[in-house]
């Protein structure tokens, strides 16, 4: 029986291989901009760029016609390759990146089989539109349902409850909570701690949310009910407008983030619901519901 912390560790070393993988190619794709006499730029060490992936698929491609060309005439001679990939050292560099896509590409793979042993996933999540086997492992993974007594701490675990002040849960200084911790010379101390998990939080917004609008998923509609509601609120400025403050503008930036933040909300609601069924434990209602007798959206599940 695989366990959760088992599957967790096939998780997240396979996001770490992934890391390596994309680290590897924004070097890569830089070394071959720089050698084209484009301007490298900065990026992001966990994120590759539109122009990155698309220089990567070209540089693949060449590979493998240069291979192919090899193989084809048992080339034993100087090394012959085209305008882009002219030695034999951008040869390796270019096939490091390949050999690595492929090696992660197969440990995604290996999600599959592990999660049929969780029911969550074969009664539920399996029938997601717009969850696959990939996302299924992350949240299964990272969420202890036995913990979650409520369907907002599911919220307030994965960052999506309210600061203090009443913003957006972030990393910011004044989300920050003080933690005790036992520093290297066995003492006691406090450090500022952040009080959600960032990974699964980047997983449920930056894949989970963008997957749900592609697909064509119920929730997708959660979405567009919830930015209808921000832009028809008369009490919101949509624009920038002499004499307000920039934070009480709802750009369309800041409508997309809020709108994706309550529809995956909706759906840690609904998750929560199932799970804890499924593992017959007591559900509540959420506190919208239980207290407030409000139900802002209907749910999907």
């Given amino acids: 029986m695989t366990t959760r912390t088992q599957l967790r560790t096939l998780v997240r070393g396979t996001y770490d291989l992934q890391k390596v993988r994309i680290q590897t190619g924004n070097r890569i794709a830089g070394n071959f901009r720089a050698k084209l006499g484009q301007e ?13 992936i698309k220089m990567l698929d070209d540089l693949t491609k060449r590979h493998k016609r240069i291979t192919d060309a090899i193989v084809e005439k048992k080339h034993k ?3 012959v390759g085209d305008e882009v990939i002219s030695d034999i050292t951008e ?30 996933y074969t009664d539920y999540l399996k029938n997601v539109v717009g969850i696959g086997h990939t996302l299924s492992g992350v949240i299964i993974s990272e969420i202890d349902i036995h913990l979650a007594k409520y369907s907002s701490s599911l919220h307030a675990y994965a960052g999506l409850d309210v600061g203090p002040d009443g913003k957006g849960r972030s990393r910011r200084k004044e989300h920050l909570v003080k933690v005790k911790y036992i520093d290297k010379h066995g003492n006691e101390a406090e450090k500022d701690s952040i009080t959600f998990n960032p990974f699964l939080k980047t997983k449920l917004l930056g894949v989970l949310a963008p997957s749900f609008l592609r697909s064509g998923s119920p929730y997708a509609q959660v979405y567009r009910d919830y930015r209808h509601r921000i832009e028809s609120n008369p009490n919101f400025i949509m624009q920038d407008t002499p004499g307000w403050n920039l934070e009480e503008i709802w750009t369309k930036a800041r409508r997309d983030k809020a709108s994706k933040r309550y529809m995956i909300k909706i759906f840690l609601i609904d998750l929560y619901t199932v799970w804890r069924k499924l593992e017959g434990l007591p559900v509540t209602l959420p506190y919208a519901e239980a207290k407030l007798g409000l139900v802002h959206t209907k749910k999907v599940a």
């Avoid at 490298?40 to 990155?52: H, M, V, Y």
């Fill in 40 to 52: 490298p730029g900065k990026k992001a060490i966990d994120t590759l760029s539109s122009e990155d």
């Fill in 91 to 120: 040869y390796e560099l270019v096939k490091h990146y390949i050999d690595i896509e492929k090696v992660e590409s197969e440990h995604f793979k290996r999600f599959k089989k592990p999660l049929e042993e969780f029911p969550i």
């Fill in 77 to 79: 001679g100087p090394f």
